[in-house]
């Protein structure tokens, strides 16, 4: 039977967006801080998503290009290598639009953004981990600077797609109208590239945010957009439950995830404490009757 009834309304809508992470990440680093930290995109491991190999240098004409353009194209370089080295990104999937929504009651509860068994196996810590539910509009409200930020769905693309999408350096554009024109129109070029991801991983229906601050490190302030905390239910990890509670310190609800052979189990913490006290007072019960 579907577990979709049991879904929290808040959890349905086009504003929610997860994060999946390692329990231990969770424990010892976001919830007691309530911040998620920006990665280095650079230590991404899809290829596509790798910028080093999109710079490239063109240019037509039968003259040598001059000192002075060969100095504004290495300035040029120099200026994207910065902006690699300092884009860092934090990752979140969205609910799709749930197509059989208007021939059903309930949709399949793995049609939600929270509930894909693929990313509990590779960022969930093999669903050993948990999934971070927030509101988007919070986080995005949480920017402090929007200069040093860019957020957007992702485009998934094919190869053929993705070499049409190569940016190249123009020395002939950058000689016509000079590096202080050309090169926002080159960084914007590299940004939107930024958004693009190979359509195998489609399924994540990722929403991205990007920083890129010169800092080394870049948190995000999650306090007032976290909107609930799953966690995947295994004998490995119900003694961590009440860790869980009490950091969350009422600020945000706790529910837990089963994934069993037939189905999926999808309960809030506070039900399954009432159904387990309610069994072990029926046992205790039954043994001092006896």
Same mark, same amino acid.
């Given at each position: 039977?579907?577990?979709?009834?049991?879904?929290?309304?808040?959890?349905?809508?086009?504003?929610?967006?997860?994060?999946?992470?390692?329990?231990?990440?969770?424990?010892?680093?976001?919830?007691?801080?309530?911040?998620?930290?920006?990665?280095?995109?650079?230590?991404?491991?899809?290829?596509?998503?790798?910028?080093? $190999?999109?710079?490239?240098?063109?240019?037509?004409?039968?003259?040598? &290009? #001059?000192?002075?353009?060969?100095?504004?194209?290495?300035?040029?370089?120099?200026?994207?290598?910065?902006?690699?080295?300092?884009?860092?990104?934090?990752?979140?999937?969205?609910?799709? /639009?749930? #197509?059989?929504?208007?021939?059903? !009651?309930?949709?399949?509860?793995?049609?939600?953004?929270?509930?894909? &068994?693929?990313?509990?196996?590779?960022?969930?810590?093999?669903?050993?981990?948990?999934?971070?539910?927030?509101?988007?509009?919070?986080? /995005?409200?949480?920017?402090?600077?929007?200069?040093?930020?860019?957020?957007?769905?992702?485009?998934?693309?094919?190869?053929?797609? !993705?070499?049409?999408?190569?940016?190249?350096?123009?020395?002939?554009?950058?000689?016509?109208?000079?590096?202080?024109?050309?090169? &926002?129109?080159? /960084?914007?070029?590299?940004?939107?590239?930024?958004?693009?991801?190979?359509? $195998?991983?489609?399924?994540?229906?990722?929403?991205?945010?990007?920083?890129?601050?010169?800092?080394?490190?870049?948190?995000? $302030?999650?306090?007032?957009?976290?909107?609930?905390?799953?966690? #995947?239910?295994? $004998?490995?990890?119900?003694?961590?439950?009440?860790?869980?509670?009490?950091?969350?310190?009422?600020?945000?609800?706790?529910?837990? !995830?089963?994934?069993?052979?037939?189905?999926?189990?999808?309960? #809030?913490?506070?039900?399954?404490?009432?159904?387990?006290?309610?069994?072990?007072?029926?046992?205790?019960?039954?043994?001092?009757?006896?």
């Amino acid at each position: 039977m579907s577990q979709a009834y049991k879904i929290p309304e808040k959890f349905k809508n086009s504003d929610t967006v997860y994060h999946y992470t390692s329990l231990r990440t969770a424990i010892e680093h976001i919830l007691p801080t309530m911040k998620l930290r920006f990665s280095p995109r650079k230590h991404s491991n899809d290829p596509v998503e790798n910028l080093g $190999d999109i710079f490239s240098t063109s240019h037509v004409g039968h003259n040598e &290009p #001059s000192s002075s353009l060969r100095d504004h194209a290495n300035e040029v370089r120099e200026r994207f290598i910065g902006l690699t080295n300092r884009t860092k990104q934090i990752c979140f999937c969205k609910n799709p /639009e749930i #197509s059989r929504e208007s021939q059903t !009651i309930y949709p399949a509860i793995e049609e939600y953004g929270f509930c894909k &068994p693929r990313m509990w196996e590779q960022y969930g810590n093999n669903y050993e981990g948990v999934c971070l539910v927030f509101s988007l509009s919070k986080l /995005e409200e949480a920017l402090p600077n929007k200069t040093f930020y860019k957020t957007n769905n992702l485009n998934y693309v094919g190869y053929s797609e !993705i070499n049409r999408s190569h940016v190249s350096l123009d020395m002939n554009t950058l000689a016509k109208i000079g590096i202080h024109k050309y090169y &926002p129109e080159f /960084e914007a070029s590299i940004k939107e590239r930024l958004f693009l991801k190979h359509q $195998d991983y489609s399924g994540e229906n990722e929403y991205r945010i990007l920083s890129f601050k010169e800092s080394q490190y870049d948190f995000l $302030d999650v306090s007032e957009a976290l909107l609930g905390v799953i966690v #995947s239910h295994t $004998d490995n990890n119900q003694s961590l439950f009440k860790t869980l509670e009490r950091q969350l310190k009422g600020t945000a609800p706790l529910y837990l !995830i089963s994934f069993l052979k037939e189905n999926i189990h999808f309960e #809030s913490y506070i039900a399954y404490k009432a159904l387990h006290s309610s069994i072990e007072n029926s046992l205790k019960n039954k043994f001092d009757t006896a």
